[in-house]
């Protein structure tokens, strides 16, 4: 699913050094954890898989598909086959939940037939169903983002990145959310979760990956958040 072949990526004119010589391979189907301290470089893996910018050196390649020159054209393409939340949910606030799911796949240029067939389904899967007509500031953090989650799973991605989806949520949420990203997988979908709990991760007794200081320092299967 994730190839990750000698890949680098520097800042400030190559002076400092964010991701050095990484090497991975996530396959179809697992779900992985990528953990570190601030400063380690998960952000800037993210940014690297979802083509916010590119590496210095080094190969990605999801689905088969070497996106390490991607031109800016084929970007959209990409981000269609990926779903991606974040920390603070993107919501937009004067659409409903139906409405910011149903943005999604309007920008994508989905007829109407197909939203209101895709976006109830959603909405149902993440347990938001009865809220459709809510607006984000009528919803708890949990709720903003399943969702977020919710929006991203409209184009039935193959793979779903997690990037500190739980910061922002009490523990009680955060194991909800967990769970929720965890019924995903076991539907098929590959989820990279990107994260700095510790007890989410040692919780989830799956492939963890460390990175410290811009390298891969433990790649353990059902791991442990070693930091």
């Known amino acids: 699913m994730i190839k990750l072949v000698d890949l680098s990526k520097s800042y400030s004119s190559g002076k400092v050094a964010a991701l050095k010589n990484i090497n991975a391979h996530i396959k179809p189907g697992e779900f992985v954890s990528i953990v570190g301290q601030s400063g380690s470089g998960k952000t800037t893996l993210v940014r690297l898989i979802i083509a916010e910018e590119k590496p210095d050196s080094g190969q990605i390649i999801i689905g088969g598909w070497d996106i390490t020159g991607i031109k800016d054209r084929e970007i959209p393409t990409l981000r269609r086959q990926l779903g991606v939340i974040f920390q603070d949910f993107k919501l937009l606030p004067k659409k409903t939940v139906f409405e910011n799911v149903a943005f999604a796949m309007e920008t994508c240029g989905f007829s109407n037939k197909e939203i209101k067939k895709t976006v109830p389904q959603m909405i149902s899967l993440v347990g938001l169903k009865g809220k459709e007509d809510r607006y984000s500031h009528q919803l708890s953090g949990g709720e903003k983002q ?30 909800e959310i967990i769970d929720l990203l965890k019924k995903i997988n076991n539907l098929g979908t590959t989820v990279v979760l990107v994260t700095h709990n510790k007890d989410v991760v040692n919780s989830l007794r799956s492939r963890v990956i460390t990175l410290d200081s811009g390298q891969i320092i433990s790649d353990q299967e059902e791991g442990r958040y070693l930091l």
């Open 146 to 175: 399943r969702v977020a989650i919710a929006r991203s799973l409209v184009h039935k991605p193959k793979l779903l990145i997690a990037d500190e989806p739980t910061g922002n949520l009490d523990s009680i949420n955060t194991r």
